[in-house]
């Protein structure tokens, strides 16, 4: 695990570096029309490497730090004014990998809001874009997110049920 942790550490530095040369300055807006391939293949590498550092973090049993380092993929997804398919699939995973993190942590509201807002972007992408590829990965994303969203409701609809029998 311990060599995992660095070859994906070492993986986002790349991928980071890679990012800066290609990204609007903060705060700038991408330019109009479609998301320029080099930025476009930068974004999904650095999402793909946040979340697979944050996984092996969590596989490492650093939760918190897990959580950061998903976290921070999000956060850089959201500061982008519009996003490819492919960038958007990468955010897509990232809320699905943190909604996991958080399953398992206990934290069901959190990973709850995560799932659902993932299957909502599932949901959106697949029917805005004609790309066949994109459309195959966010349904079977799509079905991935499913069961643990509709267990968790369930469990949540249960104790307000029997919370509201016990007043």
Do not use: H
């Not at 942790?5 to 040369?21: F, K, M, N, R, V």
């Not at 990204?23 to 590498?45: H, I, K, M, Q």
């Amino acid at each position: 695990t311990a060599e995992a942790l660095a070859l994906y550490g070492q993986s986002l530095e790349i991928d980071s570096t890679l990012y800066a040369l290609v990204a609007p300055p903060d705060g700038e807006a991408l330019p109009e029309g479609d998301v320029e391939p080099a930025l476009a293949r930068a974004a999904e590498d650095i999402f793909f490497s946040y979340r697979c550092l944050g996984e092996c973090q969590e596989v490492a049993e650093d939760p918190e730090e897990a959580r950061e380092t998903i976290k921070s993929g999000i956060e850089l997804a959201q500061r982008l004014d519009r996003l490819s398919p492919g960038m958007s699939l990468q955010y897509i995973r990232l809320l699905g990998a943190l909604g996991n993190l958080e399953s398992r942590c206990g934290n069901e509201r959190e990973a709850l809001r995560n799932w659902e807002q993932a299957a909502q972007m599932c949901q959106r992408l697949n029917s805005s874009t004609t790309n066949l590829s994109v459309r195959a990965k966010t349904a079977v994303t799509f079905q991935n997110l499913l069961p643990g969203i509709k267990a968790l409701q369930e469990k949540m609809q249960a104790a307000e049920a029997a919370t509201q029998q016990e007043q």
